[in-house]
């Protein structure tokens, strides 16, 4: 684009892009008080908020890595683009026809490549894909692939799937004839150069799925090899080589329709391919996103982070699905390190017949798919299974084999009160001894770790481990909020893990209705009273004004947790009993686990707002 973008047209991009619609198309934002949204910086990896955003100034800036500026700086440092390449996204954005000055010069660099026009090529490329998916003759090949699993003219519209056409240069000429150079096409991607030097189509005889960035942006393609083209020695699936603006690492099909479901159910579902995220989202799963052609990394964990805002220790969903060959399987137990990476719950989703989302669809139809990720389960619990699927059980020898290779998964579990409720599971799973079980597992770690129900000394724990977080809201509230933390007097006796925690409950029990500086007042102990006065001054980690609601939930997840302890307690002493010979002490013990189970499901309900 010759000469440079008038400052009257900047200014009138800069404030007509509001900066909180166009940083929610990366982050999932919520109100921080005072006309501030925050959410998880997009800049830098970080579990807790500091990525603050006023809309009626215009500005954003991240307290933990001190980056900051307007609209079009964020878009700038976020997308790698130049000025002029981000003035004119946002004015695409706003549908502003830019004006330039023919005196100056353009800031889109000496190649006349910019991002948009990239855009513009892979967009132009998609249409060209669709409408050929629409002609009679050879196109008719890839209409069948799709009828053949279940995808209508409707479904395939709605995804701009198309179809490359068994022509060497045919996108190549279309594309020339409407002024791309073929620089802009082969940095593109869209084309490459054939053996006689000459430039020809990337993609021949195959179906076309573009790839869009979060934003919407056409960035890329994959393509499909169609069955009976013997000419085409290439893979089954081929997708864009890396470029300017496409990078695989980075990008996870369906999130452009997605994101919005996932910031609002708080899920997200990760399958393995473009046919499963049609097939989930035809059939009402519509969290579903795929990676493109790469393995699940680091990348898409931060991206997905950002929009299930993954800073709660309370809520969130990761629901993978995966094939029931061994493949899947490994896939699985990569997963395994990946969950920790994330406070949300994740989950894996297998149909007991090896289908994948698309194949179900055919089978079973919407319902079935629906259904397979109702059915999801938690993925240390899929991981665990799979490794002892591959020894036999039956025998001495294989439930040793097994225990060795599933105790360093239990030792990996960050969350330390969950750590136990596995090495009960394995030793059922596997038919031993609970202690066997939990003997293993400690020694896989490397050193001894503390039973749940012990107190965590301070300074050798993960204070954003989710559970201690909870433990901090709850004593947050008693300090700020006393006289709506009604629930105080009902908690249990080992409600609180972290040795700090629990002192500081005990002080408060000493005179629960005492003022902050009467409690101050009597506690000698420095570190006490310094952690009294960094929970008084700490925000409630809640939106606006702190609700009865909120606080009902937190303090009934607590219980709801303490509750979880107590009950393992009670069941591994069930075990270690014989209903024969110790009859009234079993029914005894037994009745109170009954008991216990009734009141951590009232917990729960109520946790969830179900009561």
């Not at 770690?445 to 809201?473: C, F, H, T, W, Y």
């Not at 006289?483 to 009902?490: C, P, S």
């Amino acid at each position: 684009m010759a000469g440079r973008i008038r400052d009257e047209d900047v200014a009138y991009v800069r404030e007509h892009s509001h900066i909180d619609d166009v940083v929610g198309d990366y982050v999932q934002l919520k109100g921080a008080g005072g006309g501030q949204k925050k959410g998880l910086c997009p800049f830098h990896d970080e579990k807790s908020p500091s990525f603050h955003v006023t809309p009626s100034k215009g500005y954003f800036h991240c307290f933990g890595c001190q980056t900051g500026g307007d609209v079009i700086a964020f878009l700038m440092k976020l997308e790698h683009l130049t000025f002029t390449e981000t003035v004119e996204r946002l004015a695409e954005r706003i549908g502003y026809q830019l004006t330039y000055d023919s005196s100056g010069q353009s800031n889109s660099g000496m190649s006349g490549i910019n991002r948009s026009r990239l855009v513009a090529a892979n967009t132009a490329a998609a249409k060209f894909y669709q409408e050929e998916l629409g002609k009679p003759g050879p196109a008719q090949i890839g209409r069948e692939f799709l009828t053949g699993r279940g995808f209508d003219k409707s479904a395939a519209e709605y995804f701009g799937v198309g179809y490359a056409p068994d022509e060497w240069d045919a996108l190549y000429k279309h594309l020339k004839g409407i002024g791309y150079t073929e620089n802009e096409l082969n940095t593109a991607g869209l084309i490459k150069e054939g053996s006689r030097g000459n430039f020809i189509d990337r993609y021949r005889n195959r179906l076309i799925w573009p790839v869009k960035d979060i934003s919407g942006d056409v960035v890329g393609f994959g393509a499909r090899k169609l069955a009976g083209d013997e000419k085409d020695q290439g893979p089954k699936y081929l997708n864009t080589s890396e470029t300017p603006i496409y990078k695989k690492s980075q990008l996870l099909y369906g999130l452009d329709i997605a994101k919005k479901e996932i910031a609002k159910k708080r899920q997200v579902v990760i399958v393995e391919g473009y046919t499963d995220v049609m097939a989930a989202h035809l059939a009402g799963v519509t969290t579903a996103v795929a990676t493109c052609g790469t393995a699940f990394g680091d990348d898409h964990i931060r991206i997905i982070r950002r929009l299930l805002m993954d800073d709660d220790a309370f809520r969130g969903e990761v629901i993978f699905t995966f094939d029931g060959d061994a493949a899947g399987q490994k896939a699985a137990l990569r997963a395994f390190d990946d969950d920790q990476k994330f406070v949300a719950q994740t989950f894996v989703a297998v149909a007991a017949n090896g289908m994948d989302p698309c194949e179900l669809r055919q089978s079973g139809g919407d319902e079935a798919v629906r259904d397979l990720i109702a059915r999801r389960v938690p993925l240390f619990e899929f991981a665990m299974k799979s490794v002892i699927a591959g020894y036999d059980t039956k025998t001495p020898e294989g439930r040793v084999s097994a225990l060795n290779q599933v105790a360093p998964l239990i030792s990996k579990i960050k969350d330390a009160s969950l750590r136990p409720e596995y090495v009960r599971s394995v030793a059922a799973w596997l038919g031993m001894e609970v202690d066997v079980v939990n003997t293993a597992t400690k020694r896989s770690a490397g050193k001894s770790s503390a039973a749940p129900q012990e107190l965590q000394p301070a300074g050798s724990v993960n204070l954003k481990d989710p559970i201690l977080m909870l433990e901090r809201e709850v004593l947050k509230v008693k300090l700020q909020v006393p006289e709506l933390a009604g629930a105080w007097n009902q908690l249990e006796l080992n409600a609180f893990t972290y040795a700090p925690y629990a002192s500081l409950r005990a002080r408060i029990d000493e005179s629960p209705d005492q003022a902050i500086t009467d409690l101050l007042d009597r506690t000698e102990d420095e570190q006490l009273r310094s952690l009294i006065t960094e929970l008084t001054v700490e925000p409630v980690r809640t939106d606006g004004e702190i609700s009865e609601r909120y606080i009902q939930a937190i303090f009934a997840r607590l219980r709801e947790v303490a509750l979880s302890r107590e009950i393992a307690e009670i069941k591994s002493s069930l075990q270690r009993l014989n209903p024969v010979e110790n009859e009234a002490e079993y029914t005894e013990t037994f009745t109170r686990l009954v008991g216990l189970e009734a009141a951590r499901r009232t917990q729960k309900e109520l946790a969830i707002g179900e009561v």
